[in-house]
């Protein structure tokens, strides 16, 4: 069965400091990863997606097949990044998403 | 509408008694997802539907967990019997198409005392 491990619970980094939010899977075929991202007393909305391979408020995120992994990093954090980030899976366009724990980053001045 | 929405925002309910969890969807998105949050736990998936399909309820804890979405659009997650360990955030999701993403409400938070 496929998983999403996110080993960090909480990140704490200085605003302007680089930030790197691990996640690492385990599926054998080809699956799509997103990333999710969930601010204070807002709903959960997605923040970037491998297949689109773009830059979401200067975060990105790299599919990894060889290491399974997904990592999400931004260069230079933001107080506005401090939020909780979900790593997850999707085997087929219209199935779940199967979702790792969760990292909640804080960011500070 | 604005987004996907659920009723009610909180519930406090006492061990064994029945809750209802509503979600409307965006209107026209086609397959709709339940899920639970627990602290520490990440986003638990529970059950999804998809058009006219039988839906997918391999996420269901306990024959205590039912679903069903009427015509289409509303759903409603029964808990029955409930148990203090059902006490999280339970989130509805909705999408268009296959591609799309997937659009959240803001959840029911269920306590169960």
């Known amino acids: 069965a496929q998983r999403v491990t996110q080993p960090e619970k909480l990140l704490s980094v200085f605003k302007g400091a680089p930030v790197e939010l691990k996640c690492n899977y385990s599926y054998s075929g080809s699956p799509e990863l997103f990333w999710y991202v969930q601010y204070s007393r807002q709903r959960l909305q997605l923040l970037l997606r491998h297949i689109s391979r773009e830059s979401i408020k200067g975060f990105t995120a790299d599919l990894n097949k060889g290491e399974t992994s997904f990592h999400l990093k931004k260069p230079f954090a933001q107080e506005e990044d401090s939020a909780m980030y979900y790593c997850?899976?999707?085997?087929?366009?219209?199935?779940?998403?199967?979702f790792g724990a969760g990292t909640q980053v804080v960011v500070t001045p | 509408g604005a987004g996907v929405s659920q009723s009610p925002s909180n519930k406090v309910t006492e061990k064994g008694k029945d809750v209802e969890l509503r979600c409307d969807p965006i209107s026209g998105h086609t397959a709709l997802y339940w899920y639970r949050q627990s602290l520490g736990q990440g986003l638990e998936f529970l059950i999804y539907f998809q058009g006219n399909s039988a839906p997918d309820k391999s996420g269901l804890p306990s024959d205590r967990f039912s679903a069903e979405r009427t015509g289409g659009s509303v759903s409603t997650l029964t808990i029955q019997r409930t148990q203090q360990e059902d006490s999280a955030v339970y989130l509805c999701?909705?999408?268009?198409?296959?591609?799309?993403?997937?659009?959240f409400g803001n959840g029911t938070r269920l306590t169960v005392t």
């Open positions: 999701a909705s999408k268009m198409g296959a591609e799309s993403p997937l659009h």
């Open positions: 997850a899976l999707s085997t087929d366009s219209w199935g779940k998403l199967q």
